[in-house]
């Protein structure tokens, strides 16, 4: 079982460069391939090229309307999956976009953590092929049926508990922040100082279960700031 | 009461008080005329009787229907006196009022008393004919003004209703529906027509690139944040941090959060006040209710918080999900974050009103002022302010009454439907 490596193809379409640049280098350091068009023309020009096993798509181009892009995505690559990601928090344009085929929709401004773990979701719901599992170390995730197992053995996981493991697993290596976690767990609603605390206490009980499991402690903390899923 | 009617009301009075007023000047008017030409009747035939005791001089008294012919002994001065007199009617058998006419004439050097009876027409038989008539020409004058009245309303009026109801059908949120009102021929509803054309419009163009603004202002503010945000993260994931730093890059990326949500709460408060919410569905409140309670369970339990909660089944709304969810979500937010460790939480929902009382410290603002934007009892806390904001928002877009109540510390939000 070693390091699970997972390579997506990502094509990001982003007006924003400075945007595009942070999102690229983010999936490029764990071994993604993500290329970045900058325009309604350029990301048609790639998408007729190359193949890609998802799209992060922003709604507002310079020459063109994203969801037009989409519909052109979904008649002519129907397997590829589409995460929108937008700074129009317009409701319509959501409903529209998952209408129109996206798997997702993203807000900006939004945490790079976030996006990987829906991009890694869109692309492993599509990805037929075997069984589909997420694996750190000794510690590995059925996702079809949401088991966590350490050595073989199944972990007893709340649903937080898990959803959280997945989160670690996914963007393994990287920092994850307090905010990040609250967010992902319980969406934009819980802002409070209350959930880190939450934040926390998951982990704390998270820990202690994949250890009694016989598995080694991967979560370590960084103070100040949150955690992050690691071998040393 | 609609303008025909009314009007139509207001000419029936006034035509009313103008047949009354007519009817007492007629029969003053006939009176007099059928008194002078009586009397001048009499009059003339006083004159042929004159004429013929010229020809014929009377000795004797003379004694006819309605006529008496005196000749008198002595001369006196000629004279002529009307009065009412009652004399029996020789065909009808019974007294009837007589116009009596009485003069001294002097024919030939004698002077003769002549009287002269006419029967009187009476002013009770007038009255009556003449109420009869005036009462019938009443009624078909009556009969002609509703007549009129619902031609008029429906023909020359018809254009106005039909601007009415296109006016009424108005919607602002509609873009693309069009106000198209129909042409007429008449001057005033031309210019009405042309004037609400100009209006609807203007306000649509208006209301369009108010809409317009507020989504790009929204999406101006979020694109830049996202920036900071992706590099604020990426500058925390890399090595070589102190504690510190790693601190501060927190705090900054926090900051950047609540930026965010400060605008995307005051874009939806535009959105609420632009009426962009329409979409209205039968909702389920007790069932959303209990969903959203067991999105919060864990929230609730991490604080210790006792909940009694008490949701009678199946009590619905006609409303939008999403404004409906966020008016929820943020009052059990509240009640949760204002909450002490170990407090109390008491939500109930009845067919027509929902309560929410928790436990909490002191208002520290005046109670008038808790749904004011950016009022916010602890101002250092991380909570915007806004929430209870949009939540009176949302009432008053529905038209819910909404209140705060506070007994002791315990804190209670009453909404009715």
Known sequence: MGYYVCSMKLLLVEDQDELAVSIRNYFSKEGDICEVATSFSKATEKLYAFSYDVLLLDLMLPDGDGLSLLKVVKDNWSDMGVVIISAKNALNDKLHGLELGADDYLSKPFHLAELNARANAVYRRRKQEGRRTLSFKEIELTLDNHEALVHGTMLDLTRKEYELLHYFIVNQNRLLTKQAIAEHLWGDYMDTMDSFDFVYQHIKNLRKKIMKAGGNDYLKTVYGAGYKMKDE | ?417
């Open chain 2, 1 to 417: 009461m609609n303008l025909i009617v009314r009007i139509t009301i207001l000419f029936v009075l006034v035509s009313l008080i103008v047949f009354l007023i007519g009817g007492v000047i007629s029969f003053n008017v006939m009176m007099d005329e059928v008194n002078s030409e009586q009397e001048r009747f009499l009059i003339e035939r006083l004159d042929r009787m004159h004429t013929r005791i010229e020809k014929r001089p009377q000795k004797d008294t003379l004694k006819w229907t309605k006529l008496m012919v005196i000749p008198l002994a002595e001369y006196q001065v000629e004279r002529v006196t009307f009065s009412d007199t009652l004399v029996v009617h020789s065909q009808l058998d019974r007294l009837e009022p007589h116009l009596k006419l009485d003069a001294i004439r002097n024919i030939n050097g004698t002077s003769y008393q002549i009287i002269l009876y006419d029967i009187i027409v009476e002013a009770d038989d007038i009255k009556e004919g003449l109420t009869e008539s005036l009462v019938t020409m009443y009624l078909i004058l009556l009969g002609a003004v509703l007549v009129i009245g619902f031609l008029a309303s429906y023909y020359i009026l018809r254009p106005f209703n039909n601007t009415l109801d296109i006016i009424k059908s108005f919607s602002l949120t509609k873009p693309d529906a069009k106000v198209q009102f129909p042409s007429s021929n008449v001057i005033e509803f031309k210019r009405l027509n042309a004037f609400l054309k100009d209006m609807t419009d203007k306000v649509k163009s208006d209301y369009q690139s108010l809409k317009e603004f507020s989504e790009n202002a929204s999406h101006e503010i979020q694109t830049p944040i996202a920036i900071v945000q992706s590099k604020l993260e990426v500058l925390m994931d890399g090595d070589n941090l102190s504690e510190e730093q790693i601190q501060q890059l927190s705090f900054a990326q926090n900051t950047m959060k609540r930026l965010s949500h400060l605008s995307n709460a005051l874009s939806l408060i535009t959105k609420i006040d632009n009426r962009e919410f329409v979409d209205v569905a039968n909702i389920d409140l007790s069932m959303t209710l209990e969903q959203m309670l067991e999105e919060f369970k864990e929230l609730i339990d991490l604080k210790s918080i006792n909940k009694n909660i008490n949701i009678l089944a199946s009590i619905t709304v006609q409303a939008d999900r999403v404004l409906i969810e966020l008016m929820l979500t943020n009052l059990i937010n509240n009640a949760i974050r204002h909450n002490w460790e170990g407090g109390e939480l008491s939500i109930s929902l009845a067919s027509n009103h929902i309560e929410i009382t928790n436990t909490g410290p002191k208002l520290e603002i005046p109670e008038e002022e808790l749904f004011h934007r950016f009022k916010k009892s602890n101002q250092s806390a991380k909570s915007m302010g806004l929430g209870l904001a949009i939540v009176k928002k949302i009432c008053d877009f529905y038209n819910y009454e909404i209140q705060y109540k506070n007994k002791d510390d315990f804190h209670t939000i009453h909404i009715r439907f």
